[in-house]
């Protein structure tokens, strides 16, 4: 679904990917892990548009989406979550999810303040479905909350559902494991699980072992900015070259 | 400061390994810069020889505007790299300086290097209190917020100026008296050469600072990157007060010297703090050469555009420029551009 | 949402039943004012408190606004209904256009090149005298009318004024509570986010600039034809601060907030009469101890304050609505 093609990125003089591919099947969840300074997030930075390659092109489905806006390709039913959480902080729970709808409505600043029919209706529903998604994920109780005043793996999972809200084709998650404790990651799994029978596709990257070799069908090792593996989790455990670059950097 | 620290820098091998990067690309920049400037010139001067004279009249007395612009620049350039706030006060110092050094000398009648010294000391005064009072507690920094409070603060120093010397303009005297001297076809009177003089002074002064001392150099890395340096064992906050204390005593140096030429009244800071505030942008905020180039190159072309196009328009020059500065290249023109890491 | 129905219509059965009860004329004319003022002030809101953009150069599109419907009324001879809704299309296209550059800047770097703007157009103001008649201003611009009833008093003009504000105020609150106000605050909370969900920030950001030069513009010809005479100097650097302090201490991001701060600011010169030469000194100082003790605003700071005095309620959860 995902094709990643020979992507290199080169910032001033540094070399942060060399000649990077993936290809991530559609309802697969995809792995990039890899020690630190690898280039993974760089190169979810590039496919979600954050940052335009050097070289190198990205296809989703066939379409050519280099250089696409992260707003242009959320429209295509490509989403992400951020490492370092990216809520709306000074706004309730319910809201940021509400704001994962954005695509799936078109009230227009007009039809807004003149609160239209179409605009009104089309609020309850955006309403309904941002509840059943803070559901899904399980923190409905916390609708009102400011999503400043949220602990972490809160935030995390509201992040999810905030992306769901969007009804991706994919999803692209960026260290979801990161700061949750290894109950709230055993959850995480289910739930990354879940998204997959939904129908999404998932691609992640990310520094738990345990995580990554649970849940993902597919892996793609990155030392250094190149490649250096790609597999099965049984496979990329037992390739020697893997084993080294993780114990190696000590 | 002790000697042990200017020891400490004649390292071997010190001037070999230096960085000379930014030297030179500043200095293909300047290069084309003067290339332009000149072929502008050329052009000009050949169309119409007759005003030649008019002309480096209009270039001198937008070189010495441009040299305090520059000044006041710095001001904005030194606050900024040690704590990324825009000091929208900064021009209320250039008044300060100007106004109570008119007010030292004709009320209280001080000698005019005591009337200066009073000024410079006062100013800082008020830089220091604001620091302490406005900046330094702020506990929910945004940059919304700090762009109002240091508004607020010129707001409020503006207020006391008037409060205390009235909405007038008033006239100082210069500094050694008025015998122009005539170069080149232009009249220099004995004012402008204190400003050159002065300006050059303050710039060599900056650069011995900020690349020798060991507190120049602190507050360069505060610049750099605020947590490391307080990692570090520098204490940021003095670098802060530093930072204030000598923008401050600069800006008020820059209204002291172009009083005499210029009147003054309680209001000038705002249009003096967006100049300097626009030469420090074309000098991408540097404490440097950039900073200097930008305020002369916008005095000259204020003045040529008040002589040669209209001088009510004047002040909408500066700002024009400054605004497609920021909408074209707003690190600057003398900096390459960067890339922005996510 | 019935509930902000509700609040609204109390706040305008208020305000127009005002007069009636303040029949004094001075304070009337005061309360004028008020009305433009909070028109202004819920117009930069939208920009500021919502989008999280900065302008320091709004006071500009209020002079546009006046300057554009004054001289087309005066010399050509435009129908002022007429004349203001081609300054406020005007000046929203003109706005929209300068957006586009304008707000690719951030932070420092944006007000700065607001309050450029700003600086530029009032100097246009003062210079074009051929055209705006300099800093002696114009004058003839002749009041507004519907078919017999003119509007020349302080009274009709009151409720000339206010049915606009209600109006820009209720419209404004509609859009504040709708995805549009959703996709203005996620910029400003994290505009990467935002992006990702689908918001076209650049867009929406140079909309909501427009919008807000074109309701800040209708306020302008508003006060060019019940004020009948204008000047640059209204239309100044100060002005444009004096705009975002009202919409800061009203609250940033609180409609009725901005009307709070915009009676404020209006009331406050009044009131301080006596003191004239400290006003520019109270005005500075009450921006500093506004953003340093209260930097939600008065409306969220008086909420604030509230809440800590009233006596807790058990299973309260902390947040906002």
């Not at chain 2, 930014?22 to 290339?35: E, M, P, R």
């Not at chain 2, 052009?43 to 020889?49: D, H, N, S, V």
Request: aromatic share 8%; with cysteine.
């Amino acid at each position: 679904m995902l094709k990643v093609s020979g992507i290199t990125q080169v910032f001033g003089g540094l070399i942060a990917l060399d000649n990077v591919s993936l290809t991530v099947r559609k309802g697969d969840i995809t792995g990039v892990i890899g020690p630190n300074g690898a280039g993974k997030t760089t190169l979810f930075n590039i496919v979600t548009g954050i940052y335009a390659q050097t070289s190198g092109t990205i296809h989703l489905e066939s379409k050519n989406i280099s250089g696409f806006t992260p707003e242009r390709l959320a429209h295509l039913g490509m989403v992400r979550t951020f490492q370092n959480i990216e809520l709306f902080g000074q706004m309730s729970v319910l809201e940021n999810v509400m704001v994962g709808l954005h695509t799936r409505s078109r009230s227009g600043i007009l039809a807004c303040a003149l609160k239209l029919p179409g605009h009104i209706r089309e609020e309850r529903a955006i309403r309904e479905r941002a509840m059943h998604w803070l559901e899904y994920v399980g923190i409905a109780d916390m609708a009102r909350i400011q999503a400043a005043n949220l602990p972490f793996g809160k935030g995390r999972l509201l992040e999810i559902a905030r992306a769901m809200a969007l009804e991706p084709r994919i999803i692209l998650m960026d260290e979801p494991a990161a700061g949750l404790n290894s109950r709230e990651t055993a959850e995480l799994a289910l739930l990354i699980r879940r998204v997959r029978e939904s129908g999404i596709t998932v691609a992640l990257v990310e520094h738990d072992m345990e995580l990554v070799m649970d849940v993902c069908d597919h892996i793609l090792v990155l030392n250094l900015g190149k490649m250096l593996a790609e597999g099965t989790p049984r496979e990329i455990q037992e390739n020697e070259a893997v084993i080294a670059a993780y114990l190696g950097e000590g | 400061m002790p000697l042990s620290w200017w020891k400490s820098n004649r390292r071997t091998g010190y001037w070999l390994n230096r960085d000379y990067t930014n030297y030179l690309s500043f200095l293909t920049s300047t290069a084309q810069v003067i290339k332009v400037a000149c072929a502008v010139l050329v052009i000009t001067l050949e169309e119409q020889m007759q005003f030649s004279d008019q002309l480096i009249q209009y270039i001198l007395s937008g070189l010495s505007t441009g040299a305090i612009y520059a000044l006041i620049g710095f001001g904005f350039a030194i606050i900024y790299n040690t704590t990324s706030i825009i000091n929208f006060a900064q021009g209320e110092f250039v008044m300060l300086g100007g106004m109570s050094s008119v007010y030292f000398l004709t009320v209280l009648n001080f000698p005019l290097p005591v009337a200066i010294l009073a000024a410079i000391i006062l100013a800082t005064s008020i830089g220091v209190i604001f620091e302490r009072l406005a900046i330094r507690p702020i506990k929910q920094a945004t940059n919304l917020n700090l762009v109002i409070i240091t508004i607020g603060g010129s707001i409020l120093i503006r207020g006391l100026a008037m409060l205390l010397w009235g909405k007038d303009t008033h006239a100082m005297p210069t500094f050694s008296g008025n015998d122009p001297l005539y170069v080149a076809g232009a009249t220099i009177l004995p004012q402008h050469l204190w400003i050159f003089a002065i300006t050059l002074l303050i710039i060599i002064g900056n650069r011995l600072f900020f690349n020798y001392s060991i507190a120049g150099k602190a507050m360069r890395a505060c610049a750099c990157n605020r947590r490391a340096a307080n990692l570090v064992g520098i204490d940021v906050r003095r670098m802060v007060m530093f930072s204030f204390i000598i923008s401050s005593a600069m800006g008020s140096m820059a209204g002291i010297i172009i009083a005499p030429l210029t009147m003054t009244s309680y209001d000038v800071g705002i249009m003096l703090g967006l100049k300097g505030f626009c030469a420090a942008i074309i000098g991408g905020m540097s404490s440097g050469f950039g900073t200097v180039l930008g305020g002369l190159l916008l005095g000259v072309l204020e003045s040529l555009g008040a002589g040669l196009i209209s001088s009510g328009y004047k002040d909408a020059i500066a700002f024009i420029i400054l605004l497609l500065i920021l909408f074209f290249r707003p690190q600057g023109l003398f900096k390459k551009s960067e890339t922005e890491r996510v | 949402m019935k509930r902000e129905l509700v609040k609204f219509l109390i706040f305008a059965a208020l305000l127009l039943s005002a007069p009636l009860i303040f029949k004094g004329g001075y304070l009337l004319n005061v309360l004028v004012f008020v009305g433009i003022h909070t028109i202004l002030a819920v117009g930069l809101n939208l920009l500021l408190g919502y989008a999280g953009q900065i302008s320091l150069g709004h006071a500009a599109f209020f002079g546009l606004g006046a300057y554009i419907s004054g001289i087309l009324t005066t010399t050509y001879n435009v129908n002022p209904w007429l004349a203001i809704i081609i300054a406020a299309v005007a000046v929203g296209i003109m706005a929209f256009v300068v957006g586009f550059p304008i707000l690719k800047l951030k932070g420092h770097y944006l007000a700065m090149a607001t309050l450029c703007l700003g600086i530029i157009i009032y100097i246009t103001f003062n210079e074009a005298i051929d055209l705006t008649g300099g800093p002696s201003g114009l004058s003839g611009i002749p009041n507004l009318s519907i078919g017999q009833l003119i509007f020349d008093n302080d009274l009709k003009n009151y409720y000339l004024i206010w049915t606009f504000t209600l109006a820009t105020m209720l419209l404004s609150i509609n859009l504040a509570n709708s995805r549009i106000g959703r996709a203005l605050r996620a910029i400003h909370d994290s505009e990467v986010a935002a992006r990702v969900m689908g918001v076209n920030a650049r867009l929406l950001k140079v909309q909501i600039f427009a919008l807000s030069a074109f309701i800040s513009a209708i306020a302008g010809s508003l006060y060019a034809h019940t004020m009948t005479f204008i000047s640059p100097a209204s239309f100044g650097f100060n002005f444009s601060i004096e705009l975002v302090t009202m919409v800061i201490i009203g609250g940033l991001g609180s409609i009725y907030g901005s009307f709070l701060g915009a009676a404020l600011l209006t009331l406050l010169p009044e009131l301080l009469r006596a003191f004239q030469d400290y006003d520019i000194m109270i005005y500075g100082l009450l921006l500093i101890l506004m953003t340093m003790f209260m930097p939600g605003g008065l409306v969220r700071g008086l909420s604030a304050l509230f809440a800590a005095i009233s006596p807790k309620i058990p299973g309260r959860e902390k947040g906002s609505a």
